[in-house]
């Protein structure tokens, strides 16, 4: 009800009614027409009677209600199903401005910023040093785990870590069954790299969180990080990507030099492996 009276008429492609219209927003009639649902039915939607609902007529409410995705998950909640997969609230689009401010802020140590597909959509200078991110190389995450032979002479225990970064590459596939985008990537990864074929024949599941890695970096030897996926509710489209150093192989100190301008001018592009 709170949402139906937010919504003039005109914003919904119908007269206001003029003075006979007592209250404000849309009547309970109005939601139901531009819905295509009854009018009976509709009322007992908003009194929360247990009625039989189906995605499709929450789907043909929420638009009616110009509901926002959050809202959308929470009226499929209250209905007892399953909620559609989160989607990013277009008013929270510009947020990009200060995700980037927070992996800056993250230096020395390395961050980075994947979209749903693992494709990067930035990285701080760090993760250019450490990892080996740069231009010329695939954008995608998972690709790039298995095809760049910088990335991968660098992190040790690769053999390890590699069924697991597959297992959770399916989990995020099985949040959008249906998506093309996801397919996509998969075949590509399938057809550059016979390892990646055989570990996603094995259809192990593993949710994001956190990894343990050792890399050998050619300047300072061993780093020892820890990966933390994390996520911003209002742009569940991103994942990012920040890597803590632990207390061993004095790897917080490394972290320093390497960004430092002496370390700089020692990381210089093209690195060696």
């Given at each position: 009800m709170s949402r139906r009276v937010r919504i003039s008429p005109a914003e919904?492609?119908?007269?206001?009614?003029g003075a006979r219209r007592r209250t404000p927003g849309l009547r309970r009639e109005e939601v139901a027409v531009l819905?295509?649902?009854?009018?009976?039915?509709?009322?007992?939607?908003?009194?929360?009677?247990d009625i039989t609902v189906s995605p499709q007529v929450l789907d043909a409410v929420a638009r009616v209600l110009r509901l926002s995705p959050a809202e959308r998950r929470h009226l499929y909640a209250l209905a007892a199903l399953n909620p559609p997969a989160p989607e990013a609230d277009p008013e929270a689009r510009d947020m990009c401005q200060g995700l980037r401010r927070l992996i800056d802020a993250w230096m020395p140590f390395p961050a980075h910023?994947?979209?749903?597909?693992?494709?990067?959509?930035?990285?701080?200078?760090?993760?250019?040093?450490?990892l080996g991110m740069r231009p010329g190389i695939s954008q995608n995450c998972l690709i790039a785990f298995f095809t760049d032979p910088l990335y991968r002479s660098?992190?040790?225990?690769?053999?390890?870590?590699?069924?697991?970064?597959?297992?959770?590459?399916?989990?995020?596939?099985?949040?959008?069954?249906?998506?093309?985008?996801?397919?996509?990537?998969?075949?590509?990864?399938?057809?550059?790299?016979?390892?990646?074929?055989?570990?996603?024949?094995?259809?192990?599941?593993?949710?994001?969180?956190?990894?343990?890695?050792?890399?050998?970096?050619?300047?300072?030897?061993?780093?020892?990080?820890?990966?933390?996926?994390?996520?911003?509710?209002?742009?569940?489209?991103?994942?990012?990507?920040?890597?803590?150093?632990?207390?061993?192989?004095?790897?917080?100190?490394?972290?320093?030099?390497?960004?430092?301008?002496?370390?700089?001018?020692?990381?210089?592009?093209?690195?060696?492996?």
């Open positions: 919904a492609g119908l007269p206001d009614g819905a295509g649902v009854g009018v009976s039915w509709y009322q007992w939607l908003e009194q929360g009677r910023i994947m979209d749903a597909y693992w494709n990067t959509v930035m990285y701080n200078d760090a993760a250019a040093i450490v660098r992190m040790g225990g690769w053999e390890r870590l590699a069924p697991r970064v597959v297992a959770q590459y399916r989990a995020a596939c099985s949040d959008r069954p249906e998506d093309d985008g996801f397919r996509a990537v998969v075949e590509e990864a399938k057809e550059a790299s016979p390892e990646f074929a055989a570990l996603w024949e094995r259809r192990d599941v593993m949710p994001g969180g956190q990894v343990r890695k050792e890399l050998e970096h050619p300047l300072v030897g061993t780093l020892v990080v820890e990966s933390t996926q994390l996520r911003v509710p209002a742009r569940p489209d991103l994942v990012i990507v920040m890597h803590t150093p632990l207390a061993e192989a004095d790897t917080e100190a490394k972290l320093e030099w390497l960004v430092s301008p002496e370390g700089r001018r020692g990381a210089m592009f093209p690195l060696a492996g």
